[in-house]
Structure formats: structure tokens, C-alpha cells
């Protein structure tokens, strides 16, 4: 009797690894949630396989496509990034050969936005293409202890940026534009906001 009672909660135990194992993958502290992900992938128009690894944006079937890396969530682990000195267009779709892209807006000179998703030619090659959201609100180069000392947007606000705005409550942006630049078109800061000491 002892052996049968033993046997049981070793396979019990061994049931409940394999639970363990199997389990769905969650996400991870700063990664996108699984509905803010799939978001993304509809506004951006990407595709992804269906382990949801491989990614890619454009024309497939012609060979006419890039790369898509997805990143993080712009709330609690963005990956930053700055408009260069002029005016930028953000389009609903990457710029493939023959394509025609709606501009869903103009991003002011130096504005601020987070980068959800690049597009490459491939492993190893630069990126071509940022699908990026606009920050409302910029930062004090100099800080101490690493904090990101916030700015309020320069006035006159741009009127693109009027109803952006952050819901510290449900930890996300709301309302504020989002599109595909040209990586020669922005600045991107892979090692963290400059300047921060």
C-alpha cells in the first residue's frame, strides 16, 4: 500500500511538471501584452507566423518585403528615439517598390516617440524603416541617478500632438500618432535617452 501511495505522488509530481512545461508563454515585464501585440501587427501591417517569431512587413509573394523586429511597450520599457531637424511624414505601411502609402500625419522637427517595430532587409542589416509612436513629452538632458525628468512639449503644441496624452492608470498613450518613418529620417537611441547621467 505505502508503494502504491508512493508511486502516485511521484506521478503527480511529474504531471504537474509537465504542466509547468507546456504552459502558454506569457509576457514578459515590458514586453508588448498579447492584445497591445496583435494592435500592432493590424495598425503596422505586419505578419507574423504563427509562432509569432518571424515577422515581416510588404509584399511577400514578390519578394518585395522587410524584416520586422517587434520591441516593447512605450509605457514601461521604450525603446526612444528623435525625429530629425524636419517636418516627417508617418505612413500607414512600409515604402516597397510600386506601393502607395497613406500619411496619417506629420511629426514636428526633434519630436520624441518610441520605436514599436523596425523592418530590415535582413539578420545583420540596418534598419530601413520604424514603425514609431509620438511621446507627449520631452526630457531635461541632465538627470541624476539615471531618472528621465520630464518636459512638457514645447509651445506652441503642435496640433498633431494636442489630444496625445499619457494614462498613467492603465500604463499607455493615448491618441497619439503612429505610422512608418525612414530610419534616415529619425534618430535612434538603442543604448537609452542621452544625456542622463
Known sequence: ???????????????????VLVAPVQAQDGDLSPKD????????????????????????????????????????????????NKTVGVRETVSTTGSHTNILAHLPPNQLVCILATASTGPGTGDVEQYVL???????????EGQVCRLPLPKPTPKVMLKCK????????????????????????????????
Open 37 to 84: 501585440r496583435a494592435d500592432l501587427v493590424k495598425n503596422a501591417f505586419i505578419d507574423c507566423d504563427s509562432t509569432g517569431e518571424k515577422c515581416t512587413a510588404g509584399d511577400v509573394a514578390t519578394g518585395d518585403f522587410y524584416n520586422v523586429t517587434i520591441y516593447g511597450d512605450c509605457f514601461t520599457n521604450a525603446y526612444y528615439g528623435r525625429i530629425a
Open 1 to 19: 500500500m505505502k508503494q502504491a501511495v508512493s508511486f502516485t505522488h511521484v506521478l503527480a509530481f511529474f504531471l504537474s511538471m509537465l504542466a
Open 166 to 197: 499619457a494614462d498613467h492608470e492603465a500604463e499607455r498613450y493615448v491618441d497619439c500618432p503612429t505610422g512608418w518613418v525612414f530610419a534616415r529620417e529619425m534618430e535612434a537611441y538603442s543604448m537609452g535617452l542621452p544625456g542622463l547621467e
Open 134 to 144: 509620438a511621446l507627449p513629452w520631452d526630457y531635461k538632458m541632465k538627470c541624476r
